[in-house]
């Protein structure tokens, strides 16, 4: 089946830095991609997705590029804040339209 | 507001003790999924349904069972709790089973303790 592969945290950065969270994924054909978020003490959040290669996801001055040509979707902000600290997870359907598959996921802490 | 609720939060269990955990989604979502959460493994499958009376095994289906009577409703059982069974458990619910342009809407967590 389908798999990614986060790279590990944790990551710690000061305020207004730049984030690159990388993902790299195996797959058949080409399917949808996903960032996932999860705040302390909940439950995780879409973050943003992209449905075909080249597509370009955004959200929350988030954001990650479908390509197929590295088969990677990494994730990126600009300037990072303290509310941003959390657990990022990259995700893909396992196969076909089956349910989607996560990463190990990485912890990012912000400090001011 | 509309989403996923899971009940109970928190439980502590002995070894040998069974319990149901309920996940509601008021969505009229299609298809709802179990996942555990463990430090260093990510999120892993257990079961999910794809509608109403219907349920498939993840990745991780030993010594859980699920239910789903109700298309609202999809319930997690462990017959004879373990302590490998210590997790977080996530309950998600999504329009279509890929996800596609729609994402999964998660419920906020059950942490269980098995002693």
């Known amino acids: 089946g389908n798999s990614v592969t986060q790279m590990e945290g944790p990551v710690t950065l000061s305020e207004e830095a730049f984030l690159t969270i990388n993902c790299t994924y195996t797959a058949t054909g080409y399917p949808s991609l996903f960032w996932y978020v999860q705040y302390p003490g909940e439950g995780l959040q879409l973050l943003l997705k992209a449905t075909k290669a080249d597509d370009k996801g955004s959200n929350k001055g988030f954001e990650a590029t479908y390509r197929k040509e590295t088969t990677s979707f990494h994730l990126e902000k600009g300037s990072v804040q303290v509310s941003d600290s959390a657990v990022y997870f990259c995700a893909l359907p396992n196969s076909g339209n089956t349910p989607l598959v996560f990463g190990k996921g990485t912890r990012l802490s912000v400090i001011a | ?115």
């Open chain 2, 1 to 115: 507001n509309a989403g996923v609720t899971q009940t109970p939060k928190f439980r502590v269990l002995k070894t040998g003790q069974s319990m149901t955990l309920l996940c509601a989604q008021d969505m009229n979502h299609e298809y709802m999924y179990w996942y555990r959460q463990d430090p260093g493994m990510g999120l892993r499958l257990i079961h999910y349904s794809v509608g109403e009376g219907t349920t498939a095994k993840g990745e991780v289906p030993d010594g859980y069972n699920v239910s789903r009577l109700k298309k609202q409703n999809f319930l997690l059982g462990l017959e004879s709790a373990a302590p490998s069974q210590t997790s977080v458990y996530f309950c998600a619910s999504s329009y279509r089973r890929n996800a596609e342009g729609y994402g999964y809407t998660f419920g906020s967590g059950t942490r269980l303790t098995v002693v």
